[in-house]
């Protein structure tokens, strides 16, 4: 079994070369041999089929993929359950993060931080199809009794699209308008991200056991809990990226099996690169990739920062599709991408997209008071030299979506928990939603308490999993530029998809909380990080066909299983220290009362408070 830690995995994207170099056994070139100082090292020759494809059943028994790490041995009257880990491990996972997210979904009974727009925005959405203008401090009323509220006709100015909201009225409309209500499918969102984090770690890896422990790491992240126990719009947003990034990770590997299925076999049945056919080959119909862009739809459709997002995976996609027909035999894999998949990797992602997108308006567009809405009929837009080519709700939602981006280029009042992106990776200033001190005896508060106590919701990433990753992020960085691993490449362009473009509007008001984003992916770069140090599995002596000296076999054994044994507590240490850190934050995730001297000990940076 090969490890992260030890060399390039089965199905990397390169040239199929000895391990010597592509002089073919000969010297490698210089270039070559300065790198390797780094820990460089040039890709073995395993069969063109496991590059193209590689398997996910490991040796009878285990736990994980076979050339991936993280395997780990069962017992032999455990490998049923192990045929069933695919999907149990992935489920099994998902419902203890529901059971986390849903329990006590109500409390606290208030309406946190933001709720207070996109709640109420949601409830006008599916009663008129657009967003109304509220009273003010009409929060109170609809707490106390929200069926003596009603929905406010006239159309309210709001800067966000409306898919989020959606998906937070459809709660209410099956819960009512009350705080259960609208933060049921933000949870259900954030339950379903587990799900899929773990069947998407599983495919990049071919771990069933790496796969399930990023979706565990999700689960008891801080951020990613708080977010789906609030009526906000970027855990939505989170959840579509997600399945936009699934569902190109299910393409690639769709579109190599084809790649693999038209490649020649020779008279020992062993598969052989084709530069004809890897150059020309049509791989037609891609399901995924038209799934790809609805998610991606979606995801602008939920937050305009969803837009950068789709042109990361729109070049992702199209460089694994290079590194497809490179490993297949095209001498200008480049060229052939050009030629073959260029245009329909487009046409199935931005034009999907941005039909996704408008019909996500199709309530304003039906209306006649959304704002703007007549803007091209009864307004300024009347006068416009484009009028006889674009119909009045097409122009009048060009104008409001302008008005809206010279809002958020411009919004630069302060806030007193917006924060620095640089800042966010180490969880340098977190958002408080939600903040009260119960005086003892009350809302919780211990009666002999010495002083009142501390009932707050802070939306902070849990801080030990925060700090692991940013160290593996280091190690997916090496291990990008030094082994050549696509999938450290997947999981750093989805990180500074998320994040980088933060860094380009210092002046605007932002929060850490917009990094839920890109959570999934510092998990899957934290489990790939402890999946090097698992290593790989040893082999006893005798048993891998090629140990022609046997103490040297049994000595080379005993240290790998030394260094398996180390590793594997190493890993497991660091593991349960990150679900302490998230036990020991629970009362801050979930605004339950403590006394104040446990709050001020939770407070382990002066910025957090």
Known sequence: MTSTAQRAPHGQDGPETPAAGPRGGGEPPAWERRLRRFGYRPLGAPGLRERLVPPYAGPPGSFGGPAYGGGLGLPPRAAALARLAPWGGPLLVALVAGVLRFWNLGSPHAVIFDETYYAKDAWALIHNGYEGSWPKDVDATILADPGSVD???????????PVGKWVIGLGEWLFGFEPFGWRFMVAVCGTLSVLMLCRIGRRLFRSTFLGCLAGGLLAVDGLHFVMSRAALLDQVLMFFVLAAFGCLLADRDWARRRLAAALPVDADGVLRPDARIAATLRLGWRPWRLAAGVAL????????????????????????????????????????????????????????????????????????????????????????????????????LWHYESEVYTFHVNLTSGHTYES????????????????????????????????????????????????????????????????????????????????????LYQERTIFLFYAVVFVPFLCLAVAMMIGAMLGPAAHPPGTSGADPDPVAAARAYGRAERRRTVGAIGAGVLVLLIVWNFIYFWPLFTGEAIPMDQWRARMWLDTWV
Do not use: Q
Not at 352 to 374: H, M, Q
Not at 422 to 439: D, K, T
Not at 463 to 471: E, V, Y
């Open 297 to 396: 739809g979606l995801a602008a459709a939920t937050k305009w920062n969803g837009l950068y997002i789709m042109a990361a995976f729109g070049l992702l996609t199209v460089a694994w599709d290079v590194g497809a027909r490179r490993v297949a035999g095209a001498h200008r894999p480049y060229t052939a991408v050009l030629r073959r998949d260029v245009l329909p990797a487009f046409v199935s992602t931005v034009p999907v997209a941005l039909a996704t997108y408008v019909a996500s308006w199709s309530g304003w567009i039906a209306s006649d008071r959304g704002y703007f809405r007549t803007w091209a009929s009864t307004g300024d837009g009347r006068e416009s030299s484009w009028s006889w080519l674009f119909p009045d709700w097409w122009r009048s």
């Open 420 to 503: 620095n992106p640089w800042s966010w990776i180490v969880l340098g200033r977190p958002v408080s939603y939600f903040y009260e001190s119960p005086a003892p005896g009350r809302d919780g508060c211990p009666a002999d308490a010495a002083e009142k106590c501390a009932r707050e919701v802070l939306a902070i990433g849990t801080p030990l999993l925060w700090w692991a990753a940013c160290f593996a992020l280091l190690y997916v960085v090496w291990r990008w530029l030094f082994r050549r691993d696509w999938r450290a490449g997947a999981i750093l362009c989805a990180v500074a998809a998320g994040w980088a473009p933060w860094l």
């Open 151 to 161: 929905v406010p006709v006239d159309p309210a100015y709001v800067v966000h699209p």
